[in-house]
């Protein structure tokens, strides 16, 4: 069989690219698709080095510096990969990638990261936090969103298995497209991560720093608690002026290499995470390293971290994005703090591991294979996954 797999973009290494590590690692004789590839020459390793087929987009002029401008161009540029000659297609997507071209003999897979944030529940969220809500650029923002969900639902029919990232996302899905998905958590490589008992005094996030992940909240939180510490790790365009907002007590890190960040969890304290975010690596990060966490109630940490109240608690959440919130919930966690343990954070982490991953997406992809095969010809194999399977 012949095996696509199409990813949204390759700038960097985050958490929908650690994902798309694991399903190259299942199927490494694929084909590599993307609408752009920045990646640097030192990044390319979790690509297994493979050469990426890019879309027109990739020679825009400032195509490297600001691809995402081109925003209304990549329905269409999506649109524009050959995949008649594939058998299996597997989007990895958070944007457009689903949006790709199949005919009635090939199987699609999405595994989908979330519809479009900025285009359906989020959408006056990023257009106050990118001053689009107002003014004479507004509208036309509206409009461009408005076209590109008309977009996203159609293409949605293009799919035949989608398979989210947590009971969040797949209710997302649900309440967007109108489909059922099967839940199948992203891989976070606890063999590589150590559990440390002892602890230093200092809080910690690990971020990059744009509006929606909450970075300022937790820096503005810590000015009020003056007597506790706050290291803050991570890069993006809210860095300038969440330094300048930063009290003594927070440390601004900036961009550090994995060994620096896991040194970090490690030691910290206690891990803070106030984004409503569709799943969270980081979140499990700082378990495995035997670190409880301070987390927003919603979205998909409160599918992995064990609140007060159950055996064995892993953190405490605050239900809502606010100073005085965030503030009450670090109060809390300073006076339960006995009831967490490095032991628990890490067993609560181990069940979200690599090869659970990979055993749960090839299994799956044999499933939906085994539903697909009598509506296509002979030269599909259900059982082509059986040796793959047993060694995982």
């Not at 690219?17 to 990044?43: G, H, K, M, W, Y």
């Amino acid at each position: 069989m012949k095996i696509a797999v199409v990813h949204d973009w390759l700038v960097n290494y985050a958490g929908s690219d650690r994902v798309l590590e694991q399903i190259l690692a299942c199927f490494p004789d694929s084909d590599l698709f993307s609408l752009v590839d920045f990646l640097p020459t030192n990044q390319r390793k979790f690509i297994m080095d493979k050469p990426v087929r890019t879309s027109f987009l990739q020679g825009l002029p400032f195509a490297r510096q600001s691809f995402r401008k081109y925003f209304s161009l990549m329905p269409l540029a999506v649109e524009q990969f050959d995949l008649s000659s594939y058998d299996l297609v597997i989007s990895s997507s958070h944007s457009v990638a689903k949006g790709v071209i199949t005919g009635p003999d090939q199987l699609h897979i999405c595994v989908c990261y979330s519809p479009m944030r900025y285009a359906w529940d989020l959408q006056n969220q990023y257009l106050q936090e990118s001053g689009l809500d107002r003014g004479i650029l507004g509208w036309p923002a509206r409009w461009l969103l408005h076209r590109a969900r008309i977009w996203d639902t159609r293409t949605a029919n293009g799919v035949d298995e989608f398979i989210a990232i947590s009971h969040f996302i797949a209710r997302r899905i649900r309440k967007t497209y109108r489909r059922e998905a099967t839940v199948i958590y992203p891989p976070v490589d606890v063999d590589l991560l150590l559990a440390r008992e002892d602890k230093d005094d200092f809080y910690l996030t690990v971020s990059r720093l744009v509006p929606y992940k909450k970075v300022n909240l937790i820096v503005e939180a810590f000015r009020r608690i003056p007597d506790k510490k706050l290291v803050v790790i991570g890069d993006g365009p809210q860095f300038k002026s969440i330094k300048g907002a930063a009290g003594k007590n927070v440390t601004m890190l900036g961009f550090q290499s994995s060994q620096v960040v896991y040194d970090y969890m490690q030691r910290a304290n206690g891990f803070v995470f106030a984004a409503e975010e569709d799943f969270g690596i980081s979140v499990l990060e700082a378990q495995a390293c035997g670190t409880p966490v301070i987390a927003f109630g919603k979205g998909g940490s409160v599918e992995t971290v064990r609140g007060l109240g159950m055996d064995e608690p892993t953190g405490v959440f605050f239900n809502e994005q606010s100073c005085d919130a965030l503030v009450n919930a670090i109060s809390l966690f300073e006076t339960e703090r006995e009831k967490f343990s490095a032991v628990a954070c890490r067993k609560n982490a181990i069940p979200f591991s690599v090869e659970r991953f990979r055993r749960e997406f090839l299994g799956f992809c044999q499933f939906a294979l085994s539903k697909f095969r009598p509506r296509t010809s002979s030269r599909y194999d259900q059982n082509m996954f059986r040796d793959v399977v047993a060694k995982v």
